[in-house]
């Protein structure tokens, strides 16, 4: 079955940097367009960034254009999202997703926490 699991989460100060992973696995990875979203307590989750099949493009939320950069190894079947300049507003659960025959499948999450 479809699994996505995260890791790299933690707490970080304002203008640090972390790499967020998902190791995907029981599909064919470099088929699927994949995404990174993200939850903060009381928000709803919200769309991070985007990568088409074999990085053919790739699109992020205003919030996070120009710190942030998703990227996949289609070998290990991994998608990357590298965050830099992070801010207390990005404070969140992120969270790897692919949409499979109009099924949503995610991961189980990794805490982010930005704070002084």
């Known amino acids: 079955q479809v699994q996505l699991v995260e890791s790299g989460g933690g707490l970080v100060q304002p203008g640090g940097s972390l790499r967020l992973s998902c190791d995907a696995s029981?599909?064919?990875?470099?088929?699927?367009?994949m995404n990174w979203y993200r939850q903060a307590p009381g928000k709803e989750r919200e769309l991070v960034a985007v990568?088409?099949?074999?990085?053919?493009?790739?699109n992020y939320a205003d919030s996070v254009r120009g710190r942030f950069m998703i990227s996949r190894n289609d070998l290990q079947k991994t998608v990357y999202l590298q965050m830099n300049n992070l801010k207390p507003e990005d404070t969140a659960r992120y969270y790897c997703?692919?949409?499979?025959?109009?099924?949503?499948?995610w991961g189980q999450g990794t805490q982010v926490t930005v704070s002084s």
């Open positions: 990568i088409g099949v074999r990085e053919s493009f790739t």
């Open positions: 029981g599909f064919a990875f470099s088929d699927y367009l």
């Open positions: 997703n692919v949409m499979i025959t109009l099924t949503n499948h």
